[in-house]
């Protein structure tokens, strides 16, 4: 019997349409907020979910997530001093 390794890899086996369909709904929520500025790409949206995914699994809280309106990358900051940017292509700086 498998091993349930979390709701990241259950998200990450999710069908191609499903995360368009995901992202279409998590967009025009986003926009709906904002006004429709600063959109971030789907290769952020679910880099942040899979980073906040790891933060919550080991009880780190998740004090920031912020769109920065100069590079466009994702900026979170978790626990005490982790701070993690996101680009719009996906990858994350620690």
Known sequence: MARYVGFAFA??????????????????????VLGGKNIPTLAQLLQCYTLSCW????????NLIRLDDRTKNIFLLIGEGIEIEIKPNGQWIK
């Open 11 to 32: 998200f990450n086996s999710v069908s191609k349409l499903l995360k368009q369909i995901l992202y279409f709904v998590i967009i025009s929520v986003i926009r709906s």
């Open 55 to 62: 933060a919550t699994r080991f009880y780190l809280p998740i």
